[in-house]
């Protein structure tokens, strides 16, 4: 699976004109590769990822996923190619508390065809590889945030996902919490051979990724000079807790 974005371009509607938050930006990613994307708070880099996982459309350009456009696909087309080959990890896990862990991680796999005895046996080696083994029947309100994420991580791999996106993974999450979710992304994108997204305020957790860029004038930019640095998040926003 190869990533190609060209010209890409994103709008929003207001009352004096349209906003224009991405702006001719072009990427290029090969499966195995992994990029972190730092910049302030309303820069785009929300924006770019959700255009890369196809929640939301571009106002002009196109992105080819493995040589096909996504966005010429039908919706149920498009949310079957989702569903297959895009994962998700958010700053909120979003892990639904009535659910076991086990179910949380197998719940991609209720709208689609595959073997339910498969999928579970999946699903419970990703939990392993996780740390996660004796905590299968677990409800997320027994688990600490860095296990919840942990859930989340598991889950965006169970349909084997050729490209893995995440967003502030590790924002709500003390810092040696945030260390190890941000190694385990890592090491589980070098083992899947993903292609691999994340935007973050953490410049601790961008360095730990062999390519970084900036959002910066609606594009993506080579680090200032080269160096990362912190770009703390307003007030409510990326708040660590254990």
């Not at 929640?55 to 039908?74: N, Q, V």
């Not at 083994?133 to 994420?149: F, T, V, Y």
Request: charge should be negative.
């Amino acid at each position: 699976m190869s990533l190609r974005v060209e010209h890409l371009s994103k709008d929003y509607p207001t009352r004096s004109g349209p906003l224009p938050v991405l702006r001719d930006l072009n990427l290029a990613l090969d499966r195995g590769e992994a990029l972190a994307v730092m910049g302030p708070s309303g820069s785009g880099k929300s924006t770019l990822l959700h255009i890369l996982g196809t929640l939301d459309r571009p106002t002009s350009g196109r992105i080819d996923l493995d040589g096909k456009d996504p966005f010429a696909l039908s919706e149920p087309e498009l949310a079957d190619f989702r569903n297959r080959h895009i994962g998700f990890v958010f700053q909120d896990h979003y892990l639904l508390p009535q659910c076991s862990v086990l179910e949380n991680v197998l719940i991609p796999t209720l709208v689609s065809r595959e073997d339910r005895g498969q999928a579970e046996a999946w699903a419970r080696q990703l939990l392993e590889r996780v740390g996660l083994a004796q905590r299968l029947d677990h409800r997320p309100a027994e688990l600490s945030g860095g296990e919840r994420q942990r859930v989340a991580v598991a889950r965006a791999l169970i349909h084997h996902p050729a490209l893995v996106l995440a967003d502030e993974p590790t924002g709500n999450l003390d810092r040696r919490t945030a260390q190890s979710v941000g190694q385990m992304l890592l090491d589980l994108h070098r083992e899947q051979n993903t292609i691999l997204v994340v935007v973050t305020h953490s410049a601790e957790l961008a360095r730990q990724f062999p390519r970084q860029m900036e959002m910066g004038d609606g594009t993506l930019q080579p680090p200032d000079g080269g160096a990362l640095t912190e770009i703390q998040a307003p007030p409510g926003e990326g708040v660590r807790r254990p």
